[in-house]
């Protein structure tokens, strides 16, 4: 049959090549561009003795059945000529209306000593009233003397300012602390898949070293906040267990299942890290997440995530090529089908 010069209606037929792969997830981390280290917001130094300052930053604020569980890091910055032991100093947290909070500090059985010409970080929490903004909040730093009423010397306070951001916009990174050592955690994609009862969340972080040691990972908890303070757990045991050398970077896949009745808006990833035992998830950073519009794949090489009961996979067109077969058209597509996770997928019904 001889090709018609007048064609009414055009046959698209797409003929799919599928490659079911498990591919390394520096393919996908390849797509993002390099962020600097930005560090927390600071909300204000606090002069301690000459040439040592106390630096406050770093304030989060997540849901707890209690009302907020708060953190904060204090950063001893020694420039002088002798040691610092910092177990002379504490912190106390107060509303503005004169509400008193009892603050803990999960570094008490670790070395509380700041050599000379050296900064180290000391992260303290508290536990606040389900009304309180961090706005509301002032946070003293004081020195113990048993000569003043209540033993304790203010040495300096700092208000949280109106404006104060405590999470990580969209394309933005955090560095945090870990013990001795520094990471720079960054979101890099995000996307939530939807199936009939359960929203899918499929988040890639990147974690670098930017420490001078090395940093085990152990019982890291990573979670979504929906908008109305509901907190979800996501699947983390992919990288717990796993060490990153100073300067290296890995990217890690989060993946986990949230109800439908959940409201989808505003969600944030909030990383924590057990302490006191796992008595306590210490946050220590928190990401905006963008927006869940939906995808439209129309570029070739890029990857896109969609989720189903089974679980998360990523999809890439390779290339489409038309080609003429007497009266009709070929649509020619070849896709690449990628499993990221740690577990074997089925192949998905794909049309």
């Not at 940093?215 to 996501?234: E, H, K, P, R």
């Not at 990383?271 to 519009?293: I, S, Y």
């Amino acid at each position: 049959m001889k090709r018609s010069r007048q064609i009414k209606f055009s046959l698209l037929i797409l003929s799919i090549m599928i490659v079911f792969s498990m591919i390394a997830p520096s393919a996908i981390a390849q797509e993002s561009a390099r962020h600097e280290n930005k560090q927390p917001q600071t909300l204000g130094k606090v002069n301690i003795k000459p040439n040592v300052e106390a630096q406050i930053s770093n304030l989060i604020a997540i849901p707890s059945d209690k009302g907020k569980f708060v953190s904060f890091t204090v950063t001893i910055n020694n420039n002088s000529n002798t040691e610092l032991d910092f177990v002379d100093y504490w912190t106390s947290v107060s509303s503005k209306g004169g509400t008193e909070y009892s603050v803990s500090w999960i570094n008490a059985n670790a070395n509380n000593k700041v050599p000379a010409k050296s900064s180290k970080d000391f992260v303290f929490y508290t536990q606040v009233g389900a009304n309180i903004e961090l706005s509301d909040l002032i946070i003293k730093v004081i020195q113990w003397d048993f000569s003043v009423t209540n033993f304790k010397r203010v040495l300096g306070q700092v208000s949280v300012p109106e404006r104060y951001r405590q999470s990580a916009a969209v394309n933005e990174n955090r560095v945090i602390s870990s013990e001795d050592a520094r990471l720079s955690i960054y979101v890099e994609r995000a996307s939530i898949g939807k199936s009939d009862k359960y929203y899918r969340p499929d988040i890639r972080i990147s974690i670098k070293n930017v420490g001078k040691t090395s940093v085990v990972f152990q019982n890291y908890v990573m979670s979504i906040i929906t908008q109305d303070g509901l907190l979800y757990n996501l699947d983390v045991k992919a990288i717990n267990g796993n060490t990153i050398n100073p300067l290296a970077e890995r990217e890690f896949q989060l993946t986990g299942s949230i109800p439908i009745e959940a409201d989808p808006n505003n969600w944030k990833l909030v990383v924590m890290k057990p302490v006191n035992d796992g008595k306590v998830n210490l946050p220590v950073a928190l990401f905006d997440l963008p927006k869940r519009e939906a995808q439209q794949a129309t570029d070739l090489g890029k990857y896109y995530t969609f989720s189903t009961s089974d679980g998360t996979y990523s999809i890439r067109l390779d290339s489409l090529n038309r080609l003429p077969i007497e009266d009709q058209d070929l649509i020619v597509g070849n896709l690449t089908l990628s499993n990221l996770g740690t577990e074997v997928l089925p192949l998905p019904n794909l049309t």
